[in-house]
């Protein structure tokens, strides 16, 4: 029965339409970044989960083991008051079904200005700085 008026409320309130919508506008917005950042490599997925690979900038090959990308920019995310998914050489976004194009801008914004700074970072040669080794 839960499950059934789950179904019925995304039908009767769009929520699935709105995910195409706003998937839409973050991954066009995502690709950007990937393009944009030496350091970023694929982006894969699909609706509103996405996940940034990051690469060696010097090699497109995969980072060293001590060079945690994904883990620098879901700390600087988080600074800036965006909660990222990451694993040392990833990001996810996994934001609410029910976002809105404000939010997918602001989004997209605080996770570029991330792996920007962690762009920064690597290409200039010092490495990403680390609050702790991982997590948040």
């Given at each position: 029965?839960?499950?059934?008026?789950?179904?019925?409320?995304?039908?009767?309130?769009?929520?699935?339409?709105?995910?195409?919508?706003?998937?839409a506008?973050?991954?066009?917005?995502?690709?950007?970044?990937?393009?944009?950042?030496p350091?970023?490599?694929?982006?894969?997925?699909?609706g509103?989960?996405?996940?940034?690979?990051?690469?060696?900038?010097?090699?497109?090959?995969?980072?060293?083991?001590?060079?945690?990308?994904?883990?620098?920019?879901?700390q600087?995310?988080?600074?800036?008051?965006?909660?990222?998914?990451?694993?040392p050489?990833?990001?996810?976004l996994?934001?609410?079904?029910?976002?809105?194009?404000?939010?997918?801008t602001?989004?997209?914004?605080?996770?570029?200005?991330s792996?920007?700074?962690?762009?920064?970072?690597?290409?200039?040669?010092?490495?990403?700085?680390?609050?702790?080794a991982?997590?948040?």
């Amino acid at each position: 029965a839960c499950g059934l008026a789950v179904i019925r409320y995304f039908e009767s309130h769009g929520v699935l339409d709105n995910v195409r919508e706003r998937g839409a506008e973050l991954e066009l917005r995502l690709r950007a970044i990937a393009e944009r950042y030496p350091v970023a490599g694929s982006l894969r997925g699909r609706g509103l989960l996405y996940c940034l690979d990051f690469v060696d900038p010097a090699t497109g090959g995969p980072l060293p083991a001590d060079q945690p990308v994904g883990t620098a920019v879901q700390q600087a995310a988080r600074r800036r008051g965006l909660l990222v998914r990451a694993s040392p050489h990833n990001a996810t976004l996994a934001p609410p079904l029910v976002l809105t194009a404000a939010d997918v801008t602001e989004i997209a914004d605080i996770f570029e200005e991330s792996v920007a700074e962690a762009n920064e970072q690597v290409v200039s040669g010092g490495g990403v700085n680390l609050d702790v080794a991982f997590g948040l």
